[in-house]
């Protein structure tokens, strides 16, 4: 086993493993944080909606879908300067996260609307039928019902996070991904490379089972 992992250091590989659950992490509650409400609010911006604004919406679907188009190694480049302005680096876990933000809350927004229209639109109609405002119906029903579809999202997005921290390699990030690209890629170390893939692997299946059972468990109620 030594001899077919001759070029593995297992101290980097857990240093590089808490790099990038950091990254995933603080990224993931960052785009939670602002994809939500962003969410929120292109559903009940839509047409026939609570708060149906056309030029509102317009407005926040297209910059969403910009967002969403730009191919995340180009996003990490062309952030550098406004990622240094906000963390005072583009390199490292700090540099990486605000590129992270930006390419995941439009993601998870869409996934937040998603799960809204899915809502039955009867549970809409009886909280209004009883008088109750916009924002009581948002917290008292539209959320509460969504809920298992925006946990859903949430897992989803955490995992596209995981191949973004992984791409954030290429400009120095740090975490598996650079680990990969700097030993496994550019040296040639295929033990090195296997392991970091197998790890990412294992993240990806823990994030999903957790996330499954997270939805289960909400739905049940």
Known sequence: ???????????????ALLDTLIMLGG??????????????ILFLTAPRQLL???????ALSFTVNVLRSVPFVILLIVMIPLTVLL???SLGVAGAIPPLVVGAAPFYARLVETALREVDRGVIEAAQAMGAT????????LLPEAMPGILAGATVTAIALVSYTAM???VG??????????FGYQRFQ????????LMLLALVQGLQWAGDRLVIKVSRR
């Open 134 to 141: 916009p924002r009581q119906i948002v917290f008292g029903a």
């Open 52 to 58: 149906a604004n056309r030029a509102a919406n317009a």
């Open 173 to 182: 990030a740090g975490g598996l991904g650079d680990l990969a690209i700097r």
């Open 87 to 89: 963390v005072g680096t």
């Open 1 to 15: 086993m030594e001899a077919l992992l001759a070029n593995v250091v297992w101290a980097d590989i857990a240093q």
């Open 168 to 170: 954030a390699g290429v």
């Open 27 to 40: 990224s993931l509650a960052f785009s939670v944080i602002l994809g939500l409400p962003l969410g929120v």
């Open 190 to 197: 295929t033990d090195v490379m296997v392991v970091t893939v």
